[in-house]
């Protein structure tokens, strides 16, 4: 899961309940989204052109991109470093970020506010499983609290799916999941 901010036409992705390398409150990704005629020197992305079929379902010839920069890390948030990756607008509900170098997306959608609840309870009994913390009688009802702030108050929690056990490994000890 993940929480969306904006300073200026930067998106700012911070993790919102994090994993074995990349943890909570940590930037996952970044974008730069400047209306696409020029950034600076570089040129604008071209949109992503769809099949007729794709087309029909998503109600768009071309999803836009934008160019980011992506964090990974090894095990343990060993080793951070952020590399080149585009967000990649699919329709008005969702979107995706892709690590291009090592070609890892991942799809993002907003949850409901059930979803969200049942995402920061596994999040939280998972870190209590590994002893890093112990869970008080309020833990819960401050996380209930919290998820109804990004879903209420900022509407820009979004939901960071990924139901896959698959992991890639680089050379440098990096791993993906």
């Known amino acids: ?9 930067t998106l700012i992705a911070t993790k919102v309940t994090g994993d074995k390398n ?8 970044t ?5 696409s005629f020029h950034r600076g020197s570089e040129k604008a992305l071209s949109p992503i ?17 934008y160019p980011g ?3 990974v890390a090894a095990e343990g948030y060993v080793n951070a470093k952020f590399m080149e990756g585009q967000l990649i607008m699919v329709g008005e509900e969702y979107f995706s970020f ?18 969200t609840l049942k995402m920061l309870k596994k999040a939280e009994e998972s870190t209590v499983a590994k002893g890093r913390i112990s869970l008080a009688t309020g833990d819960l009802e401050s996380m209930r609290r919290y998820a109804l702030k ?3 108050a900022t509407d820009l929690c979004w939901l960071e799916e990924d139901d896959s056990d698959d ?8 791993h993906f999941q």
């Open 150 to 152: 990004c879903l209420e």
């Open 98 to 115: 892709a690590w291009v170098p090592i070609g890892y997306q991942i799809f993002f959608g907003r949850p409901s506010a059930e979803l």
């Open 22 to 29: 990349v943890p909570k409150n940590e930037i996952t990704f």
């Open 69 to 71: 920069k992506g964090q």
């Open 49 to 65: 052109e769809l099949s007729s079929t794709a087309s029909k379902q998503w109600g768009t010839r071309g999803l836009m991109r």
């Open 1 to 9: 899961m993940i929480n969306v901010t904006y300073i200026g036409d």
């Open 31 to 35: 974008a730069d989204l400047r209306p």
């Open 167 to 174: 992991e890639i490994s680089l050379d440098d000890g990096l």
